[in-house]
């Protein structure tokens, strides 16, 4: 058999495991009852010991490793999926399959303990899995024996090129621009009202709009659907089975509103990828900074526009005729753009989300240099709130133990969040310059943005970097300056 | 290694595959998206292959044979799995894979063409595949070199020990005392009335009735869930992981409840396995007959029982004040056991149940020993129809097509059907001599029952067959004068 054949072989196989794996990991995420997860964790350690010699099996290294030395003589796909798989490659067979195996058991039974800690207030009880997780992490970079900075490595592998480098400069930009800025406006003096907000809505009419969002955004509801849960996430194996989650609080009905545009936005860029790229090393959105984008262009570009709302706070009010009774649309609109300094990252607004980001990357950053210990983290957390927004957390559960991501080990992700974000607004000044944006979305067009988006990114899949498709689509490489500039004009006219 | 560490490696690893194979079913089954199918058959596809391989390869082939030539030296609990694994094997390593593919491939198709012919009310469009089905079965007992009736493997496959003596003599004690006492029961003169039923109960408020019985029946609900499908059914990987779903229609709100109950059943019987059979070849409920018999128990002989709705109409009532105004507990107690020859299998009463299960058992017997031929199937199921029930159908929907099962392959699945409710009757009279089922019902503390059913059955999974169960639990093997004996006990008074 040809090389090729045999990489496309063992790839399709890799895929198989991949796929159910996700499939259980969707599972995990929605529904599975709590008693499921120990003997999940015993079968899934089994399947991934088997998904784990394939990746790393003599066979498979030959293969890539061959044909990494011939990548000239491959077409331009192909030399994208062998330097990609080579560089998965260089890094997994370094690991030791037991070491990997019980990385995988602890990644699963964490997430049931950071949960219960979470209820329960109670950092300490995750403190020890999360050592160990570290521990595991430090570890495994160790063995990549990378000639690069620990957290380096990290990074790039959620953002494909990106180091603290780039990061530095980018969180640099916003110190020195936002930050001040954010001040400003939080002492403006003006307060935009959105009590009405924390009036009861019903979880099940929070529902009913959350549908009619998926046809707004037009999601093909053939190739996908949307369900609960506690923490909103969008999932996917291939373009045609593409999920995602909203959570509902009925004394806060933005949450479930603006959950669902941004996974909208992850969904539309996965069910718009070309399925040419499902048997390929290349499938899937490119990068975290990509996809987050794009769930930001959705949420804030879109979603938190004027425009927006004059087409379908009509449908909302419907919904809700009492208790938007006394809210006008121009009430509503800066409602839902209302700047606060608040402590829950999922729940801030457009504003101050990267300042939160901005404090999960300085320590991620001190945590796997070893210049604070994990026991540290609540007070890090802490006083760093109060310094880049003023508040200080009542308690963990408000802090250091909100958000998922540590007890899944994933490091280095966080800050995409934020790139994202600012890759967003460099792409809607490009975008501006080719369609009538606001005229789109006022008269409930969005299948025409959609449709850019899909022209120029979202079909693409991971065949271009995040790098490329910047500089491909608005002519020149990331520059904060255009988020700063979004936010200053949006936020200028609303506050100062 | 030594063989047995062998023998259990193999087996956790099948174990794992069959893990994920389910999980997913379970996915497909309740909420995958209609585009998710293709791309998962794929998937599917090869972890099937790789599971195939894992049961039929040489190293495990030498193992289990190997093990099977010294049962003498294995512990009770590793001769039965051996025994087990080793007449699995025996069946499957006989059957060529292509055509083991071939057939998997006609299966899948047939579901389709099976759902097309059930639409359009046209057998002979399904005719085809059914013969085709047919033949690979008779085909594939042909392989296993059997010294049997090939009928009687059928029946063996679902129901450990059962053959057509046994069963032959069941539906001739079915026919000679059932038959007669339902026509006096229809021929009675007197009706119950149900047709409150009909009236309009919202989904919402049903599955508020639903979530109730959850408690009522004692269900663990850390370690299972309830979900909605089309067509209710119980799934479980292990005890800690007990799913059931059930159905509801607006105008019939007798189904969401019974299938409630009866899923009930099925799902603590899963509950209460004790979790050392998890990692043996004696793991799951031991057979479909004792499993129907488990949720028959619960759905007709608590969930139809005076008591049962003394303790929990109130609750109903409040639930649906207005809908059931003006029925009192007698009427409602008298609706949900109102006896009526119908054509649908899945909505027959109690009484009449087990003589549609009598139906498909003629006809499967003549089906495989060649004395009807697939085409004949409408016109022997029609005059069968009228011989046992009085009725005759209007066409095949209401006949031959209504059931998924031939379609799927299953022969000598329907028998256990009627099996498990005659076991259920005669547990019933053991379990009476102990506990007073009739006080425990009423005050609501079915916990009690579990208890009991745990203690005697539940705790045992796939380590006792059918018929040591029943003669441990009961003192005698399986005798269905106690099915009869509680029939004309309970209809007696309710309509002669």
Chains 1, 2 share one sequence.
């Not at 709590?34 to 290294?61: P, W």
């Not at 009202?193 to 053939?222: G, S």
């Not at 909203?246 to 806060?252: A, M, P, Q, V």
């Not at 957390?381 to 880049?388: A, I, L, P, T």
């Amino acid at each position: 058999m040809e090389p090729i054949e045999k990489f496309r072989e063992i790839l399709m196989k890799q895929k198989a495991y991949e796929y159910v794996l996700r499939v259980i990991g969707w599972d995990s995420n929605t529904e599975a009852p709590r008693g499921a997860f120990t003997r999940r964790a015993e079968m899934l350690g089994v399947i991934s010991g088997e998904l784990f010699q394939l990746q790393t099996s003599k066979e498979y290294q030959e293969v890539v490793y061959g044909l990494a030395k011939r990548l000239d003589e491959l077409d331009e796909t192909t030399k994208r999926e062998i330097k990609k798989a080579k560089k998965n490659l260089d890094k997994i067979i370094k690991i030791p399959q037991d070491e990997f195996v019980e990385y995988n058991k602890l990644i699963n039974l964490s997430q049931i303990v950071w949960e219960d800690a979470k209820k329960t207030n109670d950092f300490k009880s995750f403190q020890g899995n999360l050592e160990k997780i570290v521990e595991f992490i430090k570890k495994f970079i160790s063995y990549y024996e990378i000639d690069d900075d620990p957290y380096n490595v990290l990074l790039d592998e959620y953002e494909d090129g990106m180091s603290m480098k780039e990061y530095d400069y980018f969180f640099e930009v916003l110190k020195k621009d936002l930050v001040p800025f954010v001040k400003d406006v939080l002492n403006s003096g003006k307060e935009l009202n959105d009590d009405f907000i924390t009036d009861f809505y019903p979880k099940e009419k929070q529902k009913e709009f959350a549908d009619y969002l998926i046809d707004v955004m037009d999601f093909n509801r053939d190739n996908g659907l949307m369900k609960e849960s506690v923490h909103p996430f969008t999932w996917n194996t291939h373009s045609t089975d593409v999920r995602f989650t909203t959570r509902y609080l009925e004394n806060f009905m933005f949450s479930s509103i603006f959950a669902a545009i941004h996974e909208l936005g992850h969904a539309t860029y996965e069910q718009q990828i070309a399925p040419k790229w499902d048997n390929t090393y290349l499938n899937g959105g490119t990068s975290m900074g990509i996809h987050e984008s794009q769930s930001r262009f959705y949420e804030n570009i879109i979603g938190r526009s004027k425009e927006f709302w004059e087409a379908h706070y009509p449908k909302l009010l419907e919904i809700f005729p009492t208790q938007l009774k006394n809210v006008s649309l121009d009430d509503f609109y800066k409602g839902v753009n209302k700047v606060e300094a608040s402590f829950v990252r999922v729940e801030a607004d457009e504003l101050t989300y990267s300042l939160h980001i901005m404090i999960r990357y300085e320590i991620e950053k001190m945590l796997i240099s070893g210049e604070v210990e994990v026991k540290d983290l609540p007070e890090i957390w802490n006083k760093k709130m109060v310094e880049y927004l003023g508040i200080k957390p009542k308690d963990d559960v408000e802090g250091v133990l909100q958000d998922v991501h540590w007890s899944a080990g994933m490091f280095g992700y966080f800050p995409t969040y934020a790139l994202g974000s600012a890759y967003s607004a460099q792409f809607y000044y490009a975008m501006k310059k080719e369609i009538d944006i606001n005229k789109i979305v006022k008269s409930n067009e969005i299948k025409k943005i959609n449709s850019w988006l899909k022209n120029k990114i979202h079909q693409y899949g991971g065949s271009k970097t995040p790098k490329e498709l910047l500089l491909e689509v608005t002519g020149e490489e990331f520059n904060p300056k255009y988020y700063i500039q979004f936010l200053k004009e949006k936020y200028g006219k609303l506050y100062l």
